[in-house]
């Protein structure tokens, strides 16, 4: 594929509708024998490096950057439709190791002007497709193409959150759009303080570092973010549900506290952390002398969508003087639905929130919130950089993001949520969640009246366990061929399901899982991939 630039010169008055700006056109015309304008304007006159292409190397902001991107945009555009129509499923067909060899291959022979398409097809072909129907595994939204197209913005611009003068309008617009999400968990924006993050897991991070600074910081009477964690003294201890995020004993190592300072508390059938047990534990926390530095309680568990009790963990978190945060990662897109939003109800009582809105909100990745109901308890992460935001400037009427991160630089992912909040409202994406709730409870009553499927627990939110069970089989038996069958889809590119376990010991606690996040999908079509899961687990016993 060649491509040409563009001429370099432009007329120097206004014409047919062009703008100009000192002599140089706006929006360059192209060359008689030009086709795709990557960066020849005459903003570029004189600028392009020496010995590099202009094509090559034009940017895309500036004057000239929307004439810039629009033929390498039509690009990308025509090697994602043709890498889909290559791959036509839900992921490649063959192994791994076969598709790293493609990828190999390709990525050795691609050089020059043929890059951008050659490796973009590559990517198509090779991607697992939220969109496509039989793409199920997991909390990986397909996104919105109106998410995509102001991403497209940001990603052009490149603002920058870590300080005003680097991201003037993107620091208004975060701002705003947290004062949103605020009042839709039941904050008062007012008080309420937060950030974007990149997902669940820096979120969880946060929320327990605000969790170890505020409660053991009083216990132990020092300053934790300045001091550091006693090598003495209470031992601190962080309650969350057996089913709750891997990331909240990541993020209990990184804050030094060790993974074993969580405490598991035991749940119920359908994966929600039990009253009892949580109070006993606490309970039993003080008897021995630790501190109860936090309650994690999940909206939305990663396997059966389950929700802890929120009230009573708020109310039992507050008895013993403990920080609570609430993971709704996934469950927090309850709150976009009139009819799912009482299953989060009590969020507004925690201290800390995660929300993420790539996945029930369909947004490109990163698009995770983090939000705390008062912001003065956000006083540990507060930073001044006299390079970002001094104090001068601050008191000048520039404001500066810096101080509620954890990162430094950092992408506007506010932009895009924005966009689509402005776009659907809370009622338009309402009726997308309510789409994936429904067609998760005919997805699951399709296995119920399926002869060789059985269904774990009835759906809460989108996602659903269930296993292929194999003519008198034994629980060991049981689990390997439903792990077998999994692969077996995979390298034939049929479908992607989920792989879990039960908490427990022993055999027999092996599940396949649906995460349905794609709104257009049909109950006919999530019938057809059971049934390609059945016949997946026929085809594992014949081979055994």
């Not at 057809?528 to 085809?539: F, K, Q, S, T, Y």
Request: contains cysteine.
């Amino acid at each position: 594929m060649t491509l040409e630039a563009y001429g370099t010169e432009s007329a120097g008055a206004q014409t047919d509708g062009m703008r100009t700006r000192g002599g140089l056109s706006l929006v360059p015309e192209p060359t008689s024998g030009g086709t795709a304008p990557l960066g020849g304007s005459g903003l570029f006159n004189g600028a392009v490096p020496s010995g590099t292409s202009g094509q090559k190397t034009a940017l895309s902001g500036g004057l000239a950057g929307p004439a810039a991107l629009e033929p390498l945009v039509q690009i990308v555009l025509e090697a994602l439709a043709g890498g889909s129509l290559r791959r036509g499923g839900p992921v490649p067909v063959g192994t791994p190791e076969e598709l790293a060899a493609e990828v190999a291959r390709v990525f050795a022979e691609t050089d020059g002007d043929d890059a951008l398409h050659r490796l973009t097809e590559l990517l198509a072909h090779g991607s697992a497709d939220p969109a496509d129907p039989s793409c199920a595994a997991h909390l990986h939204c397909p996104p919105l193409a109106v998410a995509v197209a102001a991403d497209l913005a940001v990603a052009a611009l490149n603002p920058s959150q870590d300080s005003w003068d680097q991201a003037p309008a993107a620091t208004a617009v975060e701002t705003l759009l947290l004062g949103e999400l605020a009042q839709l968990v039941g904050y008062d924006p007012e008080e309420a303080a937060g950030v974007l993050t990149s997902g669940g897991t820096e979120s969880n991070l946060m929320g327990l570092m605000l969790a170890r600074d505020r409660v053991l910081g009083r216990a132990a009477e020092r300053q934790i973010e300045l001091n550091g964690v006693p090598g003495t003294g209470p031992r601190p201890r962080i309650f969350a549900s057996a089913a709750a995020h891997f990331s909240v004993q990541r993020s209990a190592a990184l804050l030094g506290l060790g993974e074993e300072a969580v405490i598991p508390v035991e749940v119920d059938h359908e994966l929600r952390m039990k009253p009892d047990a949580l109070a006993s534990g606490l309970r039993d926390c003080v008897a021995r002398g630790e501190v109860p530095v936090a309650v994690v309680a999940t909206a939305g568990t990663t396997d059966t969508g389950a929700i802890d009790p929120l009230r009573t963990c708020a109310a039992l978190a507050a008895e013993y003087g403990a920080w609570l945060h609430v993971d709704a990662a996934y469950g927090g897109g309850a709150l976009l639905s009139d009819e799912l939003a009482p299953l989060v109800g009590g969020i507004a009582l925690a201290d800390s929130v995660s929300l993420d809105w790539h996945k029930l909100g369909w947004q490109p990745v990163a698009a995770g919130i983090f939000l705390v109901r008062r912001a003065h308890t956000y006083a540990s992460l507060a930073r001044r950089a006299v390079y970002l935001n001094p104090q001068d400037d601050e008191e000048a009427g520039y404001p500066s993001l810096l101080g509620l991160s954890l990162r430094t630089t950092r992408r506007a992912d506010a932009f895009k949520i924005a966009v689509t909040l402005r776009t659907l409202g809370r009622e338009g994406l309402g009726r997308l969640v309510d789409a994936c709730h429904e067609l998760a409870h005919s997805g699951a009553e399709a296995v119920r009246t399926h002869p060789r499927l059985e269904l774990y627990a009835p759906p809460i939110l989108t996602a659903f366990l269930f296993r292929y069970l194999p003519e008198g089989a034994d629980p060991a038996h049981t689990d390997r061929v439903n792990a077998a069958l999994r692969r077996r889809l995979l390298r034939e590119g049929r479908a992607v399901v989920g792989r879990t376990e039960l908490p427990g010991e022993g055999p027999g606690r092996v599940r396949l899982k649906l995460t349905l996040l794609n709104p257009h999908t049909t109950p006919a079509e999530i019938e057809r991939l059971l049934h390609a899961v059945a016949a997946a687990g026929e085809a594992e016993e014949e081979n055994r």
